[in-house]
Nanobody, 115 residues
Framework: QVQLVESGGGLVQPGGSLRLSCAASGRIVSINTMDWYRQAPGKERELVASIRSGDSTTYADSVKGRFTISRDNAKNTVYLQMNSLKPEDTAVYYC?????????WGKGTLVTVSS
């Protein structure tokens, strides 16, 4: 059984920063891609950032230059550093990992950007 647990969400003022973490645990042989998604109220879930096993990354246009995804393979953990946060970044952020070609999701962590 594999579990993904996100942490680091919270309330932050516009222009502020947060760092999200997602740790995978359980029977893990190899982790391929690790992603961060988000879902704002009334909107569909969208892909925010991806990092592949070779550490190549992709970002949604809306977060390029502000968010950075990284991973620590020794800890089976992916991070999302979020800077210059905007109210429109408010959402539940979900971690997804493809482990042995099977997708797993975390339960999400809420990020609220508000003054």
């Amino acid at each position: 059984q594999v579990q993904l647990v996100e942490s680091g969400g919270g309330l932050v003022q516009p222009g502020g920063s947060l760092r999200l973490s997602c740790a995978a645990s359980g029977r893990i042989v190899s982790i391929n891609t690790m992603d961060w998604y988000r879902q704002a109220p009334g909107k569909e879930r969208e892909l925010v950032a991806s990092i592949r096993s070779g550490d190549s990354t992709t970002y949604a246009d809306s977060v390029k230059g502000r968010f950075t995804i990284s991973r620590d393979n020794a800890k089976n953990t992916v991070y999302l550093q979020m800077n210059s946060l905007k109210p429109e970044d408010t959402a539940v952020y979900y971690c997804k990992a493809v482990i042995s070609n099977w997708p797993y999701w975390g339960k999400g962590t809420l990020v609220t950007v508000s003054s």
